[in-house]
């Protein structure tokens, strides 16, 4: 067990490296680009290009360039945006990091109850009508594109029936700080985390319901019937758990790329100012250190995702431990 989860780790920092270099070779040292003017940004003037370059070390090779900017971003933490005045980036992604994990943890735990409850139950009731409406209401969500849903949920709740007592409540667009009004935060996000979980909880409970059909002919679960345990405990104790090693695989993977940044559709439709926002921003603006900045802020998030739910198959599934 020991020896898998240092392995593991060790996969995990060459990982990282290795984005870092990629990321940095295609944003800083592509043929025929001058770096220092992507970073000083438009119509910079001779003094900031020239403080740019020694700055970043432009002038030396590229190793040094490298080491230079992977410590500017990880360790002094004082990479500087031009484009943006000279703002440091990495504040700017901490303050921005809370609201996209505040968006994407409320309708993480929506879709993870909703999936499992709907999924668990179809697969309970195969054949049925109750198990062919839940997966056509999961095939809708997953057939609405987040942010249609988001405009359609702002046109209900914002405008057109705002006045009347079952969207009065609903704040305007933005983001209320947990620290500062805890209600607050609950109502300004609580639309967003719906429009947000839709499609995945089509998609997951159409995954489980899957896994726990195709289970329910295993060795290990028509011993469990011979032994004459209830259906429902077959169901949720062996049936449920096996199928968890899918599921926790898939929720790492989608967790940490919405955290990521891969929230901005619902961050832009709802005025939330998080990651995915912030990325867009960059994007619009050719910001070179941001854009850098929140790809690795992304990187960092999937790769350690990856990491957890590698841990986690060790728990999970006892083939997985003994193999390793």
Known sequence: MMMALLRRLGQTVFVLFGISALVFLVFFATPGADPTARIAGRNASPQTMEKVRQEYGFDRPLPVQYATMMKKLFITQDLASYVDRGELVVPEIARAAPVTVSLVCGAALIWVVLSIAMGTIAA?????????????LGLIGISMPVFW?????????????????????????????????????????????????????????????????????????????????????????????????????????DFAQLVGGGALLTEVVFGLPGVGRLTYQALTNLDLPLIMATVMYSAVFVVLANAVVDILYLFLDPRVRDAR
């Open 124 to 136: 309970a009731m195969k054949g049925t009508w109750v198990d062919r409406g839940l997966m056509m």
């Open 149 to 253: 849903l988001g405009q359609v949920a702002n046109l209900i709740t914002q405008s057109r029936y705002h006045d009347t007592w079952l969207f009065s409540w609903v704040p305007g667009l933005g983001y209320v700080p947990l620290t500062e009004n805890p209600w607050g935060w609950f109502k300004a996000l609580v639309i967003p985390w719906i429009v947000l979980a839709v499609m995945f909880i089509g998609i997951y409970s159409r995954v489980l319901r899957a896994d726990l059909v195709a289970l329910s002919g295993e060795d290990f679960m028509r011993t469990a019937r011979a032994k004459g345990l209830s259906p429902t405990r077959i169901l949720l104790r062996h049936g449920l758990r096996t199928s968890m090693v899918t599921f926790v695989s898939l929720f790492g993977l």
